[in-house]
């Protein structure tokens, strides 16, 4: 099937056009632009300067799926960067030397700042370091302690809405030349809270049988939009009402997982993922599932830029910067171990998977730290089979489809094998 | 009967089980598996079909009167029969590459001397397959050629006839001879033609020859059905059957080393391309694997490559390694960077004994990390694979378990590399 058979619905192709007008905005030349990251980003904060959002790592994602990654990969190792560090950032590097254009073929603009709001990932000083030694340009970091007691505590929530106030927002201001209001924030944080309630809603779908989305290769459309340059605009309102009637037209025509060859057939295994895609092979690894009839109803990766169906986080535009303070210590990555074990074992109960699937990512030391234990912990908790596949995020060298596919396929036979046995004893002669 | 079938398509050898109803195992078969799947699975599965004949005809004998010589006369000399009946077959095929254009103006010469190498070989043929004769192959391929090779080079040089000439015949014939897989018609006839060479020259066996020959055609007449067949290893999507006959090795492998020993808890299977750890429960049900991950580090084929450094063959790194007085530090498990290592060693003038014995411990220290991450090694172990074989590897990992794990049962079975076909054809006997 080409590029061109790709089965797409109305709210994939919407999200393709916001995403465009997104590119052409900051390539426009006519606003600010900040260069930030997905988790726990401060989309909303932004918009009250009318500085527009460039995210390095969906560029990334961008060109990985378009198959330009891996060059500018290579660009970045000529240019000294180990073959160990994050691709995200190697391929960042790599477009900038290639002319660092857009994927409207159109340059992107330097960034007017740099707003780092760091998660989890310790790459992402590094990465900005990279950045600021590239732009010159002004530079804030937002210091998001590590929830390594599990949970956010006040004097969290207090020290980042300290510096929000002390060092964010003056920035900002200063760059945009705009004052802050504070009713434009509550604003926007309203409106992220509505469609929020929408990306919830969709989200538990996949509890049903048979789940009507797939969480994972599925759930990186879904989540686009929330994540990334359109939480708080009504665009964001309007995709995911439109998200939200596609799958409930699935569920009334009791339909299954649609993928990009068409519906799936029927649903054999139910999965929960653990880490991100590998993008430069994402349709070849999602055809390894959906060939199998195995769904994933629920991933740790649509939760790697906020979590919002664990604890029922919402913006909350009656306590705005409390909230974004919330937000940025609730993302995935900044969760301690025991706090992931417990949001994928709770997963894996209620949305009645067979067990957990864990993609290790070579370059990401965030996500892949710990993962063993965190496999081994999910099975004691559930009694469900834990396996574990490893590829990369945007380097192509790193994705062997023959071995990936042979731990899919022993990992599904597995589960087949513990079905059948039923936990009694089936004992050989 | 009914018989039950598991075949294992590995990246260098295929293995075929074939098990009766009663889950007895009656016949193996191996061959490598070359480039082609299909042929290499047809030719393992047709062997392990002739081992089960020789297993029903041994049980139809029964011990005693010389039955024990009478059957490994009767195997020799079908092995003998078979190796006639391919060689007639190779030369038959070289013939017909004498039509050959290029081949015009010497056609009678080649001929010739084609007859003359074939000859020769058929000729030395009863002494290859003599009682006590060290084969170096089972291999048709193998003996062949090399014969094939020594004398043609002999013979072109008396007769002035170019010797690249006829390898380039034997090489383009070789390639069809292998891929024919013999009918049960003609495996039949080898038997009972095998069975007539043996009784002539045997002696001391009670058995009367019109007896023994009534128990063979009864037990070829036998028809060996095939109940199910089942399917492993990097080869499986090849094989002609649907994808419900098709197992992961993972899964075969920890089967068939619960078939073994009904004790295991913890399974390591090195093979060709990547390195397993397995945990079963005791009914043989894999509850978890890791696997070796982004490289091959550690696998069979790191072996392979450390013999072609060496110029040596594979089998002969572990008895080499087994001389060693000391274990060399190889830090490396990167298959490109140990042979870097290897070199640099002995430059240094360490003695290359002590170096393999290194090498073994450098993949032992690689299985146990992926042992590790599969959960540990719990008792009974049981260590599955082509590398089972090697003595110095499992010396190696016996010490890593006793240090890691202390004192664990420790299983390898002769059979080892017929794991993953045995849980195939396991697997198999429970479909139905």
């Given at each position: 099937?080409?590029?061109?058979?790709?089965?797409?619905?109305?709210?994939?192709?919407?999200?393709?056009?916001?995403?465009?007008?997104?590119?052409?905005?900051?390539?426009?030349?006519?606003?600010?632009?900040?260069?930030?990251?997905?988790?726990?980003?401060?989309?909303?904060?932004?918009?009250?300067?009318?500085?527009?959002?460039?995210?390095?790592?969906?560029?990334?994602?961008?060109?990985?799926?378009?198959?330009?990654?891996?060059?500018?990969?290579?660009?970045?190792?000529?240019?000294?960067?180990?073959?160990?560090?994050?691709?995200?950032?190697?391929?960042?590097i790599g477009m900038m030397a290639k002319g660092n254009i857009a994927p409207n073929g159109k340059p992107f603009p330097d960034p007017d700042v740099l707003l780092l709001s760091y998660t989890g990932c310790f790459?992402?000083?590094?990465?900005?370091?990279?950045?600021?030694?590239?732009?010159?340009?002004?530079?804030?970091?937002?210091?998001?302690?590590?929830?390594?007691?599990?949970?956010?505590?006040?004097?969290?929530?207090?020290?980042?809405?300290?510096?929000?106030?002390?060092?964010?927002?003056?920035?900002?201001?200063?760059?945009?030349?705009?004052?802050?209001?504070?009713?434009?924030?509550?604003?926007?944080?309203?409106?992220?809270?509505?469609?929020?309630?929408?990306?919830?809603?969709?989200?538990?779908?996949?509890?049903?049988?048979?789940?009507?989305?797939?969480?994972?290769?599925?759930?990186?459309?879904?989540?686009?939009?929330?994540?990334?340059?359109?939480?708080?605009?009504?665009?964001?309102?309007?995709?995911?009402?439109?998200?939200?009637?596609?799958?409930?037209?699935?569920?009334?025509?009791?339909?299954?997982?649609?993928?990009?060859?068409?519906?799936?057939?029927?649903?054999?295994?139910?999965?929960?993922?653990?880490?991100?895609?590998?993008?430069?092979?994402?349709?070849?690894?999602?055809?390894?599932?959906?060939?199998?009839?195995?769904?994933?109803?629920?991933?740790?990766?649509?939760?790697?830029?906020?979590?919002?169906?664990?604890?029922?986080?919402?913006?909350?535009?009656?306590?705005?910067?409390?909230?974004?303070?919330?937000?940025?210590?609730?993302?995935?990555?900044?969760?301690?171990?025991?706090?992931?074990?417990?949001?994928?074992?709770?997963?894996?109960?209620?949305?009645?998977?067979?067990?957990?699937?864990?993609?290790?990512?070579?370059?990401?030391?965030?996500?892949?730290?710990?993962?063993?234990?965190?496999?081994?912990?999910?099975?004691?908790?559930?009694?469900?089979?834990?396996?574990?596949?490893?590829?990369?995020?945007?380097?192509?060298?790193?994705?062997?489809?023959?071995?990936?596919?042979?731990?899919?396929?022993?990992?599904?036979?597995?589960?087949?094998?513990?079905?059948?046995?039923?936990?009694?004893?089936?004992?050989?002669? | 009967?009914?018989?039950?079938?598991?075949?294992?398509?590995?990246?260098?050898?295929?293995?075929?089980?074939?098990?009766?109803?009663?889950?007895?195992?009656?016949?193996?078969?191996?061959?490598?598996?070359?480039?082609?799947?299909?042929?290499?699975?047809?030719?393992?599965?047709?062997?392990?079909?002739?081992?089960?004949?020789?297993?029903?005809?041994?049980?139809?004998?029964?011990?005693?009167?010389?039955?024990?010589?009478?059957?490994?006369?009767?195997?020799?000399?079908?092995?003998?029969?078979?190796?006639?009946?391919?060689?007639?077959?190779?030369?038959?095929?070289?013939?017909?590459?004498?039509?050959?254009?290029?081949?015009?103006?010497?056609?009678?010469?080649?001929?010739?001397?084609?007859?003359?190498?074939?000859?020769?070989?058929?000729?030395?043929?009863?002494?290859?397959?003599?009682?006590?004769?060290?084969?170096?192959?089972?291999?048709?391929?193998?003996?062949?050629?090399?014969?094939?090779?020594?004398?043609?080079?002999?013979?072109?040089?008396?007769?002035?006839?170019?010797?690249?000439?006829?390898?380039?015949?034997?090489?383009?014939?070789?390639?069809?001879?292998?891929?024919?897989?013999?009918?049960?018609?003609?495996?039949?006839?080898?038997?009972?033609?095998?069975?007539?060479?043996?009784?002539?020259?045997?002696?001391?066996?009670?058995?009367?020859?019109?007896?023994?020959?009534?128990?063979?055609?009864?037990?070829?007449?036998?028809?060996?059905?095939?109940?199910?067949?089942?399917?492993?290893?990097?080869?499986?999507?090849?094989?002609?059957?649907?994808?419900?006959?098709?197992?992961?090795?993972?899964?075969?492998?920890?089967?068939?080393?619960?078939?073994?020993?009904?004790?295991?808890?913890?399974?390591?299977?090195?093979?060709?391309?990547?390195?397993?750890?397995?945990?079963?429960?005791?009914?043989?049900?894999?509850?978890?694997?890791?696997?070796?991950?982004?490289?091959?580090?550690?696998?069979?084929?790191?072996?392979?490559?450390?013999?072609?450094?060496?110029?040596?063959?594979l089998h002969e790194l572990g008895p080499i390694a087994m001389k060693a007085t000391k274990t060399t530090r190889i830090n490396s498990t990167c298959t490109v960077f140990a042979g870097a290592e290897l070199r640099?060693?002995?430059?240094?003038?360490?003695?290359?004994?002590?170096?393999?014995?290194?090498?073994?411990?450098?993949?032992?220290?690689?299985?146990?990390?992926?042992?590790?991450?599969?959960?540990?090694?719990?008792?009974?172990?049981?260590?599955?694979?082509?590398?089972?074989?090697?003595?110095?590897?499992?010396?190696?990992?016996?010490?890593?378990?006793?240090?890691?794990?202390?004192?664990?049962?420790?299983?390898?079975?002769?059979?080892?590399?017929?794991?993953?076909?045995?849980?195939?054809?396991?697997?198999?006997?429970?479909?139905?």
């Open positions: 099937m080409s590029q061109q058979d790709v089965i797409k619905s109305r709210s994939m192709l919407l999200q393709k056009e916001m995403i465009a007008r997104n590119y052409d905005k900051i390539t426009s030349g006519e606003v600010k632009v900040s260069s930030t990251f997905v988790p726990g980003n401060l989309n909303e904060l932004l918009m009250c300067f009318d500085i527009a959002n460039n995210l390095p790592e969906i560029n990334a994602i961008q060109n990985a799926m378009r198959k330009k990654s891996g060059e500018m990969i290579m660009e970045a190792e000529r240019s000294g960067h180990s073959e160990d560090v994050c691709t995200y950032v190697k391929a960042d790459t992402f000083l590094k990465w900005f370091e990279l950045l600021r030694e590239q732009y010159k340009c002004p530079t804030v970091m937002l210091q998001v302690p590590y929830s390594a007691d599990g949970q956010p505590t006040k004097n969290h929530r207090d020290y980042i809405v300290k510096q929000l106030k002390e060092e964010v927002i003056p920035t900002l201001e200063k760059i945009s030349g705009i004052k802050f209001d504070i009713d434009r924030l509550r604003e926007y944080l309203r409106k992220s809270a509505k469609a929020e309630d929408d990306l919830v809603w969709m989200l538990e779908q996949s509890k049903r049988k048979p789940s009507p989305i797939d969480c994972y290769f599925g759930g990186v459309y879904y989540m686009g939009p929330i994540f990334t340059a359109f939480r708080g605009t009504d665009e964001a309102i309007t995709y995911y009402q439109m998200l939200r009637e596609e799958i409930q037209e699935r569920i009334d025509k009791g339909l299954g997982v649609q993928t990009p060859e068409g519906e799936m057939g029927e649903e054999k295994y139910r999965l929960v993922v653990e880490g991100p895609p590998n993008w430069t092979s994402f349709r070849e690894f999602w055809k390894m599932f959906h060939e199998a009839g195995a769904v994933v109803v629920a991933s740790s990766y649509t939760k790697v830029g906020g979590v919002y169906d664990y604890d029922n986080f919402r913006h909350d535009p009656d306590h705005p910067l409390e909230s974004l303070a919330d937000y940025c210590l609730g993302v995935y990555t900044n969760r301690n171990l025991p706090t992931r074990v417990d949001m994928l074992a709770r997963n894996i109960k209620e949305y009645e998977a067979d067990g957990l699937l864990i993609n290790s990512i070579k370059s990401c030391n965030s996500f892949s730290a710990g993962q063993l234990v965190l496999m081994r912990e999910v099975e004691k908790l559930t009694g469900k089979p834990g396996a574990f596949v490893e590829t990369d995020l945007v380097d192509p060298r790193y994705f062997s489809a023959a071995n990936v596919k042979n731990r899919l396929e022993s990992y599904f036979q597995m589960i087949d094998q513990k079905r059948r046995a039923g936990g009694s004893a089936t004992t050989l002669a | 009967m009914r018989t039950f079938i598991g075949i294992d398509l590995g990246s260098t050898t295929t293995k075929a089980v074939l098990m009766d109803e009663n889950q007895a195992v009656l016949g193996r078969g191996i061959t490598n598996s070359r480039s082609n799947y299909d042929v290499a699975a047809a030719v393992c599965k047709q062997e392990a079909k002739i081992g089960a004949r020789f297993t029903l005809f041994k049980n139809a004998l029964g011990s005693g009167g010389g039955a024990e010589i009478l059957l490994e006369d009767l195997e020799r000399n079908f092995r003998l029969e078979q190796f006639l009946s391919e060689l007639n077959q190779l030369e038959q095929t070289c013939e017909n590459y004498l039509d050959h254009p290029r081949f015009k103006d010497m056609k009678s010469a080649l001929r010739e001397a084609l007859g003359a190498v074939f000859r020769q070989i058929e000729t030395e043929a009863p002494a290859i397959y003599a009682p006590e004769a060290d084969r170096k192959s089972d291999f048709f391929r193998d003996i062949a050629g090399s014969r094939f090779m020594d004398i043609a080079e002999r013979i072109g040089r008396e007769s002035g006839i170019s010797f690249e000439s006829l390898l380039n015949i034997y090489d383009k014939s070789i390639i069809d001879v292998e891929s024919l897989v013999h009918s049960d018609e003609v495996v039949s006839r080898q038997l009972m033609n095998g069975l007539s060479r043996a009784l002539k020259e045997l002696e001391g066996v009670e058995v009367s020859e019109a007896d023994a020959q009534a128990a063979l055609k009864k037990v070829i007449d036998l028809e060996l059905e095939e109940t199910y067949v089942v399917g492993t290893g990097y080869g499986r999507v090849r094989l002609p059957f649907p994808k419900e006959h098709i197992r992961s090795e993972i899964l075969c492998h920890g089967l068939g080393a619960h078939m073994m020993f009904p004790g295991t808890r913890t399974v390591l299977d090195i093979g060709g391309q990547d390195t397993k750890g397995i945990q079963v429960d005791e009914n043989g049900i894999v509850v978890n694997f890791q696997m070796n991950d982004r490289c091959a580090a550690g696998c069979g084929r790191y072996l392979g490559y450390i013999a072609d450094e060496m110029k040596i063959g640099d060693r002995l430059a240094l003038g360490e003695n290359r004994a002590d170096i393999l014995a290194g090498l073994h411990r450098a993949i032992m220290l690689r299985a146990m990390s992926i042992l590790s991450r599969s959960g540990g090694v719990t008792d009974q172990f049981t260590f599955t694979g082509g590398v089972a074989k090697n003595e110095s590897a499992v010396n190696e990992l016996r010490k890593l378990i006793r240090e890691n794990y202390g004192e664990l049962t420790i299983n390898i079975s002769d059979e080892s590399i017929y794991t993953g076909a045995l849980g195939g054809a396991a697997f198999a006997y429970r479909a139905v």
